[in-house]
């Protein structure tokens, strides 16, 4: 974090980067991505035919699980964060509780949606 020349460390204000450019496509891509979630689901199934819909939907959950959250959020963090260094990135209520009650936790939370998203793509396709 830097401070503007010269400053008292105590009232100086934060200096960010001019360029707001990595903010508004953070908030772009955030206004973008849900749509484009639901349209995938409502219609891809429309379009799709049942092996391809099934095992896209299932490599977009497993990848979900494994990072614990969207992949999405974290860029749209990241690009936020590289115009204010201050913004604390939301991640996900797994990645909460991965952090909160460790390692063994988080590896429980990963297998148990795998098996339930292989049980739903088992059972329904």
């Keep these: 974090m830097a401070l503007a020349a010269g400053a008292d460390p105590a009232h100086a204000a934060v200096v960010r ?18 749509p484009l979630v639901i349209a995938m689901v409502v219609l891809g199934a429309a379009v799709w035919s049942g092996p391809v819909y099934a095992g896209v939907v299932t490599a977009l959950v497993v ?13 749209t963090g990241w690009m936020k964060r590289k115009y204010d260094p201050a913004y604390e ?5 797994t990645a909460w509780l991965y952090r909160t009650y460790g390692r063994w ?3 429980a939370v990963f297998a148990f949606f795998m098996a339930l998203a292989l049980l739903v793509r088992w059972a329904l396709f």
């Design 63 to 75: 990848v979900q699980v494994a990072l614990l959250g969207c992949p999405v959020m974290l860029l």
């Design 17 to 34: 980067p001019a360029n707001k450019a990595w903010w508004y496509a953070g908030m772009v891509l955030d206004i973008v991505h849900m």
């Design 89 to 93: 990135v939301q991640w996900s209520f």
């Design 105 to 107: 936790f988080g590896i």
